[in-house]
């Protein structure tokens, strides 16, 4: 399983496969069902739709690593558009963003992008709405998680995302945890050394699954983003056994995957939100997602070579 994930990276890293991908008319039905659409009114209206059938979302504009201060205020634009759409929408309440530090200039200068993002924040203050900073590459977790620090003391309507696949973060959870802020857990997407990251799935589930009890039980409303059963089910039973409510955390899953999982949990009584994301720079994110299935992601790269 790991290197089948490892090999579909890989490969979609060569720009011929990117190419053939965004061209081939195969991909089209597989990139609508993860990706909600190129524009901010494409992903509004998917939200929508979402949040009538009683399901929270999170809405995410797609790319990462700008590489000018031009692209990263272009970025920044676009979050205060969406921030602004949002609060015109008669779901406003249910809907949060997430954004990226590299999309804010974080490879411009850390100071650029603290500003950056707490111009972000400042603008999401005029619609009461929550910004959750994703976790990235692990060259960038420890800057992201001393920002953090700093700017939630000013803006607690802000907060992260915790991968259980790196070593560190079972000492990012106790930190975040003693600061207050929201934490996403999440396995990790990215392709990381044995040196940072554990190589085996059943130590990255182990790591999950004590993050989200240290979380539960301590933490201030986690958001347990996994479609994986099993580890739906440790977080369900040790909620129970401790007595912690359903409304104080929530269950967290990706645009288009396990939707019946989503309305069965819903119906259950779990707040349960979508990570809708949107826009043209959907290719990294496209293939971390086909890497996660390994089985399919090789079926439709080898659908591409047949005429």
């Given at each position: 399983?790991?290197?089948?994930?490892?090999?579909?990276?890989?490969?979609?890293?060569?720009?011929?496969?990117?190419?053939?991908?965004?061209?081939?008319?195969?991909?089209?039905?597989?990139?609508?069902?993860?990706?909600?659409?190129?524009?901010?009114?494409?992903?509004?209206?998917?939200?929508?739709?979402?949040?009538?059938?009683?399901?929270?979302?999170?809405?995410?504009?797609?790319?990462?690593?700008?590489?000018?201060?031009?692209?990263?205020?272009?970025?920044?634009?676009?979050?205060?558009?969406?921030?602004?759409?949002?609060?015109?929408?008669?779901?406003?309440?249910?809907?949060?963003?997430?954004?990226?530090?590299?999309?804010?200039?974080?490879?411009?200068?850390?100071?650029?992008?603290?500003?950056?993002?707490?111009?972000?924040?400042?603008?999401?203050?005029?619609?009461?709405?929550?910004?959750?900073?994703?976790?990235?590459?692990?060259?960038?977790?420890?800057?992201?998680?001393?920002?953090?620090?700093?700017?939630?003391?000013?803006?607690?309507?802000?907060?992260?995302?915790?991968?259980?696949?790196?070593?560190?973060?079972?000492?990012?959870?106790?930190?975040?945890?003693?600061?207050?802020?929201?934490?996403?857990?999440?396995?990790?997407?990215?392709?990381?050394?044995?040196?940072?990251?554990?190589?085996?799935?059943?130590?990255?589930?182990?790591?999950?699954?004590?993050?989200?009890?240290?979380?539960?039980?301590?933490?201030?409303y986690p958001a347990i983003a996994t479609h994986d059963e099993a580890i739906i089910k440790a977080v369900r039973e040790f909620a129970v056994a401790e007595g912690i409510e359903k409304s104080r955390y929530e269950f967290q899953m990706l645009y288009g995957i396990r939707r019946d999982l989503q309305n069965s949990l819903h119906a259950e009584g779990h707040p349960v939100r979508v990570y809708v994301p949107f826009?043209?720079?959907?290719?990294?994110?496209?293939?971390?997602?086909?890497?996660?299935?390994?089985?399919?992601?090789?079926?439709?790269?080898?659908?591409?070579?047949?005429?």
């Amino acid at each position: 399983m790991a290197l089948g994930r490892t090999l579909i990276l890989k490969l979609a890293e060569l720009r011929p496969v990117e190419s053939l991908v965004r061209k081939s008319f195969l991909f089209r039905p597989v990139v609508k069902r993860f990706i909600a659409g190129d524009t901010l009114e494409e992903s509004i209206a998917a939200s929508e739709e979402l949040c009538k059938a009683g399901l929270l979302v999170t809405l995410d504009y797609l790319g990462e690593n700008t590489h000018t201060e031009e692209e990263s205020r272009a970025a920044i634009t676009k979050y205060k558009e969406m921030l602004t759409r949002i609060g015109q929408s008669p779901y406003a309440s249910m809907i949060n963003i997430s954004i990226k530090l590299t999309q804010c200039g974080l490879d411009q200068g850390e100071a650029f992008a603290e500003a950056n993002y707490r111009e972000v924040l400042e603008h999401a203050k005029l619609t009461n709405t929550f910004v959750r900073i994703d976790m990235e590459a692990s060259e960038y977790t420890e800057r992201t998680v001393r920002m953090i620090e700093r700017v939630f003391l000013d803006y607690p309507n802000t907060g992260t995302v915790l991968q259980s696949y790196l070593h560190r973060s079972l000492a990012d959870t106790e930190l975040m945890i003693a600061l207050g802020a929201r934490v996403r857990v999440v396995k990790g997407a990215y392709l990381e050394p044995a040196s940072v990251a554990f190589p085996e799935k059943n130590e990255v589930d182990a790591k999950y699954v004590e993050m989200s009890k240290m979380l539960l039980a301590r933490g201030n409303y986690p958001a347990i983003a996994t479609h994986d059963e099993a580890i739906i089910k440790a977080v369900r039973e040790f909620a129970v056994a401790e007595g912690i409510e359903k409304s104080r955390y929530e269950f967290q899953m990706l645009y288009g995957i396990r939707r019946d999982l989503q309305n069965s949990l819903h119906a259950e009584g779990h707040p349960v939100r979508v990570y809708v994301p949107f826009g043209d720079q959907w290719y990294p994110y496209f293939t971390r997602r086909l890497a996660e299935r390994p089985a399919n992601a090789m079926f439709i790269l080898k659908s591409l070579f047949k005429k």
